[in-house]
């Protein structure tokens, strides 16, 4: 059974940290790149940040280049994204997508709310 499961969102303060992890299962994590996408309300769904499937290349979103840090440890099936310097337009729902080829999987989303 497949599972992606998100956790680490919350209401954060602009200008603070947040770390989101995603723990995978049922598949061969390290055949799988991994990206973080997101969801702001009345918007459509962007990428925010991909790994490669043993982490020698990342890609960023020019809107969080510098401020996010995609990573993964493939002995733990889990991918993390570590947001800096969070903004309010970073808030949306933050997505977790493994894809391998044309097979790719998706967690529920975790929450992330920028806001004083």
């Known amino acids: 059974q497949v599972q992606v499961v998100e956790s680490g969102g919350g209401l954060v303060q602009p200008g603070g940290s947040l770390r989101l992890s995603c723990a995978a299962s049922?598949?061969?994590?390290?055949?799988?790149?991994m990206r973080w996408y997101r969801q702001a309300p009345g918007r459509e769904r962007e990428l925010v940040a991909g790994?490669?499937?043993?982490?020698?290349?990342?890609n960023y979103a020019d809107s969080v280049k510098g401020r996010f840090t995609i990573s993964r440890d493939n002995a733990k099936n889990t991918v993390y994204l570590q947001m800096n310097s969070l903004k309010p337009e970073d808030t949306a729902v933050y997505y977790c997508?493994?894809?391998?080829?044309?097979?790719?999987?998706w967690g529920q989303g975790t929450q992330v709310t920028v806001s004083s």
């Open positions: 997508n493994a894809q391998s080829g044309l097979v790719g999987y």
């Open positions: 049922g598949f061969t994590f390290s055949h799988y790149a």
């Open positions: 790994i490669s499937s043993f982490g020698s290349n990342t």
